[in-house]
Every structure is written in C-alpha cells, then in structure tokens.
C-alpha cells in the first residue's frame, strides 16, 4: 500500500467488535472514576502554578503542537486526523506507573490524569473538532465522511460522561465498593479493548504492512515532541527533578485506545487515522519504558 492510499481505507468491526470496544472503553472509563477523589486535586490549593501549567501543556500545548507538526511534516489528511485525536485524548494510567518507577511525583501525576479523566467527556470531543477544522485537510476529510459535529458531540459526550458520571457517583457514596469494583474493572476493560484493538491490528496488519515503517516514524516523531513538551514544561516553570519527571510522563502518555474508539466508532474507521492511533499506543509504551531505565540509570550513576 501506498502512503497516499491509506486515507481510502476503512478499518471496520462488525457490530459485535464495535459494541464490545464500546463497552470496553466504558468500563475503563467508569473504573477512572471509581478512583477520583478529592484529596487529588490538593494541590490546586497548595501549587496553583505547577497544577495549571501541567494541564495547559496537556489539553492546549499538545494539540497546538501537533497542528504545527502537521504543517511541517505534511502527512496524509487520515494520519494527521489520528495525530490530532490522540493528542486530544487525556492521560491514563500508565503514566502513574511509570512516573512511580521512575521515582517521580507520582501525587502529582495522579493530579493531572485526574484531572484529564474528568473533563474529557466535554474537551475531548470539543478539542478533536476544533483542532481538525483548524488544518485544512482534515477539515475536508471530515467534510468527506459527512460528520455531524453535534452529533459527534452528542455521542462521545455520552460515550464518556455516563460512566464517569456513575463512576463518580459510586465513589462519593460508597467508596469501599468503588475500591472493590476497581479491581475488577479496571483489568477487565483494558484486557476486553487491548483484545478487540491487538484483533483489529491483526486483521488490518497485511494491509498496513508497507506502510507500517512510515507510521512508526511518524508516531516516534509525535511523541517525543509530547516527551519534549513535558520537559520542557518543568524546566519553564522552575519544578523540582520529580515534578519534572511527571510531566515527561503525563504529557508523553496518551489514551491511544480512546483514540481508537473514537477513531472506529464515531469517526467512520479511517485506515491512516486509526493505524496512526494504535502505532502511537504500542510505540509510546516503548518509549516511556526506555525512559524509565535512562532516568533510573542516570540515578544509579550520580550515586554510585
């Protein structure tokens, strides 16, 4: 396959995939809620600065960024409608593990995947239609393949604000059911949408293939400009070495999988959008896991 051909691709599940992705990504998200709680948010209170600064970097900084990416690299309209979408998705938990491994702040990032969980039902759909009509060629893809924007609202709102809003409700009121449903939940609806995304790559892979070098290289380039923002977002606001190591985290670290939801579900399965998407997701645990061992490594040398 072509480059040029991937923005003629459609990457389709049948109804049976489509409702158990769906049903999948609601029951992640409902677990994210079952673990909101209000002693997350401390440090608006306490660090106003660090708090803002990090979740400016993440809803505004990225998508801005990758919208100049998109002028210079130039991409297919397809792989730069995936490139926005993840970048417009919030964080998940991945970024709290690896800050943790690396010993950073893990209250913090705690904090700001928190605080993308939570206001996702409503930017998340918001940013994906300002920042496609923002660029040229995804605007008229999106012309295309005749999106409704209040339907698209309407429906990943819905996708979204459900769980969270039941999730949240469960937390406030029973908080020691929240923490046992948690366990179960959360590794049920990561293993039920990595199964239906890992069983979508597969059918997809010999299509994609020849494009699939194109694609990792795009993806690499996209992320470690999300890495870099991190960084350098510490180092403008003056944060200590564990801050610093969070936003690496929290802004490099993005939710691929809701990505691809969107992407099949709501966003009429584009081939170069959807491949783009589960790239990043495979690639950024690759990377992240590299950075973990080049901190903790850098660690052990300074005090050995």
């Known amino acids: 396959m072509k480059i040029s051909e991937l923005d003629a691709l459609?990457?389709?599940?049948?109804?049976?995939?489509?409702?158990?992705?769906?049903?999948?990504?609601?029951?992640?998200?409902?677990?994210?809620?079952?673990?909101?709680?209000?002693?997350?948010?401390?440090i608006i209170k306490t660090n106003p600065l660090t708090y803002?600064?990090?979740?400016?970097?993440?809803?505004?900084?990225?998508?801005?960024?990758?919208?100049?990416?998109?002028?210079?690299?130039?991409?297919?309209?397809?792989?730069?409608?995936?490139?926005?979408?993840?970048?417009?998705?919030?964080?998940?938990?991945?970024?709290n593990l690896l800050t943790y491994l690396s010993r950073g702040a893990v209250a913090y990032s705690v904090a700001l995947t928190a605080t993308s969980s939570l206001l996702a039902a409503i930017v998340t759909p918001v940013s994906i239609l300002f920042w496609s009509n923002a660029y040229a060629p995804t605007a008229e893809l999106?012309?295309?393949?005749?999106?409704?924007?209040a339907l698209f609202l309407m429906q990943t709102m819905a996708l979204l604000g459900i769980p969270l809003i039941a999730g949240m409700?469960?937390?406030?009121?029973?908080?020691?059911?929240?923490?046992?449903?948690?366990?179960?939940?959360?590794p049920l609806g990561a293993g039920v949408l990595g199964g239906a995304i890992l069983y979508g790559f597969y059918l997809f892979l010999p299509i994609l293939y020849p494009a699939m070098f194109y694609l990792f290289g795009i993806a690499a380039i996209h992320n470690g400009v999300a890495f870099a923002l991190?960084?350098?977002?510490?180092?403008?606001?003056?944060?200590?070495k564990p801050t610093r190591i969070a936003l690496v985290f929290e802004i490099g670290i993005q939710n691929s999988g809701l990505a691809l939801v969107i992407l099949i579900g709501q966003l009429a399965g584009l081939g170069g959008a959807a491949a783009i998407?589960?790239?990043?997701g495979v690639w950024h645990l690759i990377a992240g896991g590299a950075i973990v061992l080049v901190i903790n490594a850098l660690r052990r040398r300074q005090f050995a």
């Open 52 to 95: 803002f600064a990090g979740v400016g970097a993440q809803l505004i900084g990225l998508p801005l960024l990758t919208l100049g990416m998109l002028h210079v690299l130039q991409p297919p309209p397809s792989v730069s409608l995936g490139m926005i979408v993840v970048a417009c998705c919030p964080g998940g938990a991945v970024s």
């Open 10 to 42: 459609r990457i389709e599940l049948d109804p049976i995939g489509q409702t158990a992705v769906a049903v999948a990504l609601m029951v992640i998200i409902f677990s994210v809620a079952l673990s909101l709680r209000v002693r997350d948010f401390r």
């Open 169 to 186: 409700i469960v937390a406030a009121r029973a908080p020691d059911v929240a923490e046992r449903l948690r366990r179960f939940t959360a």
């Open 230 to 240: 991190g960084a350098l977002t510490g180092i403008g606001i003056r944060a200590d």
């Open 142 to 149: 999106l012309k295309t393949i005749d999106v409704s924007p």
């Open 277 to 280: 998407a589960a790239v990043w």
